[in-house]
């Protein structure tokens, strides 16, 4: 085996693994969007109660609550140089959080994506909504 071919198959093994292990580009660190639909509210509660639930599990993980009308609040989140904003609807029965808008997390609304991380707070956020939901009904 000559030179050439020495350092021409460690540069083919080096080139393979950087191409699995390396995302090919942005799109590969986004995902669907994932909103939380017509979660239950545990019976009992009224209006007031719900929103200082949602206002509470909101701060849980610095999401900025402000109530836009009764039964819906738009929350903010910043982490760094993102910002993540949902609507949460609800009633005595039921919450959903969509997504409002978003500042560097390669949103796409023709594809209804957005960057992974974007699901995880948002599953975070209804995860912190339900614990303080469950408490109030205590």
């Avoid at 393979?16 to 019976?43: G, H, S, W």
């Avoid at 912190?128 to 939901?133: F, G, K, T």
Wanted: charged share 25%.
């Amino acid at each position: 085996m000559n030179l050439t071919n020495r350092l021409v198959l460690p540069a083919a093994v080096l080139t393979l693994l950087l191409a699995f292990l390396l995302p090919p580009d942005a799109e590969a660190r986004t995902k669907p969007i994932q909103n939380v639909v017509n979660a239950p509210i545990p019976a009992g509660l009224d209006m007031k109660a719900i929103g200082d639930a949602i206002i509470d599990g909101c701060s849980t993980r610095n999401w900025q609550a402000n109530l836009v009308e009764a039964g819906h609040m738009q929350c903010t989140l910043y982490i760094r140089d993102h910002m993540a904003k949902v609507d949460i609807r609800y009633d005595t029965e039921k919450f959903s959080i969509t997504y409002a808008d978003s500042d560097n997390l390669k949103y796409d609304a023709e594809k209804n994506k957005i960057h992974r991380n974007y699901n995880s707070w948002v599953q975070n956020l209804r995860g912190d909504i339900n614990n303080e939901l469950l408490k109030a009904s205590r």
